[in-house]
Every structure is written in C-alpha cells, then in structure tokens.
C-alpha cells in the first residue's frame, strides 16, 4: 500500500464514495438503487422529471439514484450561470503515478483497491482526477 502526501489534492466528479483487496460478494446493490451503467446514454424524460422534482437539500450527499441524475444536471436543480473565461485555457501537467489506484480502502462494498471500486458496478463513483502539486497524478 501507497501512503499518499496529505498536499495531495483529490477531487471526485459524479457521487462520491469513500474508497473501498478483495470485494464482499455478498454486497448487492441495494433495492430501488440502480446501477449508474442503466443511466450510460442518458435519461427518460418520465426518469428527469422525477428526479428533478425529488431533488432537495440531501440529494447530492446520499448516494441515491436522484443525486446521480442531480450531479449530471446540476443547472436543472441548483441556480447556475455560464461564466465566460478570459485567456487560454491552462493545461495542467501530468505525471501519472498509477500506483494511486492501488490505495486501498473498505466501505460498504468491502475492501478493495481505488482501481477495483472505480470498476466494480455496484460503485456510485463516475470519476475521479487526482492532483498533486498542480500535476494531474491520477
């Protein structure tokens, strides 16, 4: 295992979940959660409506199928504005350092390597970027 410096920023985009070397078989996605690949080409509209008109203050922190919409959709429930940069885009250095996804944590779905729950269907994470020292590191 891999202790990563505390300066290491990391930022998940999608659900978080806290990280979770083998996976417990007998975890199950619990009933009336849905696997995030159902929702891989997008939404009905009959599934939109109801999870926008579910949205409230705990949406996005509880892990539900209406904050994985709520995430993917945030100015349809929250007050948003485009905001215009200025300038070039700054392109953030890499130095990739694979060894990141093999930290290994436990949580619900047992306890398994970053690379194992970003993989494992049963997780709500949809992406993560990790950054350190202002290089993409993961």
């Known amino acids: 295992m891999r202790t990563i410096n505390r300066s ?3 930022v998940f985009f999608g659900l978080a979940m806290t990280l979770s070397a083998t996976a417990q078989d007998t975890y199950t996605i619990p009933a009336g959660l849905t696997p995030l690949a159902t929702w891989r080409d997008g939404y009905s509209a009959a599934d939109s409506l109801k999870f ?3 949205y409230n203050d705990n949406t ?3 892990g539900e199928d209406d904050g994985a919409y709520a995430i993917k959709h945030l100015s349809e429930v ?3 504005a485009l905001v215009h940069r200025q300038g070039p885009v700054a392109i953030l250095e890499e130095n990739i350092m694979p060894e990141i996804g093999e930290v290994v944590a436990t949580t619900d779905l047992g306890t398994m390597t970053l690379k194992e729950t970003m993989a494992d269907e049963r997780s709500r994470m949809e992406a993560i ?3 350190h020292e202002g290089k993409i590191v993961f």
């Open 60 to 62: 996005l922190t509880a």
């Open 8 to 10: 290491c920023a990391i």
């Open 129 to 131: 970027v990790v950054v």
């Open 52 to 54: 926008r008109q579910a």
């Open 78 to 80: 929250l007050p948003a």
